[in-house]
């Protein structure tokens, strides 16, 4: 690949990542916390505010997309190398589903 397809492939990314990043929080979680509480009552809680936790989330979501964009595109890859890691990120998302009823939007879960 050459530099300025390269270049072009980058700005595309990039782009798709910003556009990716825009998923709302459902109404009812708006300003909610995520309560990590230990087992062992000694130590100590930890809050995540749920924007954070939905933006990091999110942030997963678009690199597996970038990651599988960029294995399906890869030349050097045989075909069946692709099937191999396209099941790991299909896993991936399987176990993200976990987290879809915190989108607003049904186009925004996995």
């Known amino acids: 690949m050459e530099i300025q397809e390269m270049r072009m492939l980058a ?6 990542i910003q ?3 825009d998923a ?3 109404p009812k979680w708006e300003n909610g ?15 995540i ?8 989330i999110i942030m997963m ?9 960029q294995i399906n595109s890869n030349k050097e890859i045989s075909d069946g190398e692709k099937i191999k890691l396209q099941s790991y990120i299909t896993r991936c998302y ?4 976990s987290f879809n009823f915190i989108f ?7």
């Open 11 to 16: 700005k595309f990314l990039a782009e798709e």
């Open 19 to 21: 556009s990716q990043n």
């Open 24 to 26: 709302d929080l459902a």
């Open 33 to 47: 916390t995520v309560k990590f509480v230990p087992y062992d009552k000694s130590l100590k809680e930890h809050d």
């Open 49 to 56: 505010p749920i924007e954070k936790m939905l933006h990091k």
């Open 61 to 69: 979501r678009d690199n597996l997309r970038v990651l599988e964009m």
């Open 94 to 97: 399987g176990s993200l589903t």
């Open 104 to 110: 607003r939007n049904d186009d925004d879960k996995f």
